[in-house]
């Protein structure tokens, strides 16, 4: 994936999003701006990835003949609890 960042920041902008989408484009792979700062595209960037590389997963293991388990979904709709958790000892 391209993953072009700061699109919030247009002053500042080093390569145009045509430049991005032309190269993903010739290389046959995805392409998206974000902001952190703005919070554009940041979540769906990990859910493209993660979404794509359990697709590659699935067809290799479907490819092989293995059957251990079946495919793996990935689902979008998730709770807004944080898995993670900071401890203080």
Do not use: H, W
């Not at 919030?8 to 998206?32: P, T």
């Not at 388990?69 to 990935?74: A, C, L, Q, S």
């Amino acid at each position: 994936m391209v993953l072009g960042n700061k699109c919030d920041m247009n002053d500042k902008r080093q390569v145009s999003k045509e430049r991005g989408e032309k190269l993903a484009i010739d290389y046959g792979i995805k392409f998206l701006e974000t902001s952190a700062k703005s919070s554009i595209n940041v979540e769906e960037a990990f859910f493209t990835l993660a979404r794509d590389i359990m697709s590659r997963q699935n067809r290799k293991l479907n490819d092989s003949n293995l059957s251990a388990g079946g495919p793996v979904k990935i689902s979008e709709s998730r709770s807004r609890k944080s898995l993670f958790r900071c401890l203080l000892l």
